[in-house]
């Protein structure tokens, strides 16, 4: 992955997740922002066009982002400090779930347990990779 997606993935997560005022944007109860209002307001922080926007939801290997089926708008799937409504429908887990983090973490995680933090929810999944 280039170094350009990168960088514009790491700026569209810090917005979508965490800051959207930083530029700004304004984001509804789901999380959604217009794809324009993103690329016309991160123009003097992280020059973004939509090819790369579209690039970036499109290789992202953890599926960070989603684009609305009409196209329009982008949110990010997971990872948000800030309060927003997925619509996520619970589920059954599987037997066995796995939470990828910092091995200088393992310690505190087992005296502590998985815990939120800043973040609205902890994020599991169904396989080590």
Known sequence: MSNSIVAASKFISLV????????G?????????GIEA???LAQS???LTRALIDEVAATNDKRRFAISEDGTRIR???GHSIEVELGLAPVAPP????HGTATRSVEAIRREGLRKRQRQHVHLSADAA
């Open 16 to 23: 979508l997740r965490h800051r959207p005022e930083a530029i």
């Open 25 to 33: 944007l304004t984001l509804d109860a789901e999380g959604w922002a």
């Open 38 to 40: 993103l690329i016309r």
């Open 45 to 47: 922080h992280h020059p």
């Open 76 to 78: 990010a799937r997971q």
């Open 95 to 98: 037997e066995r779930l796995y």
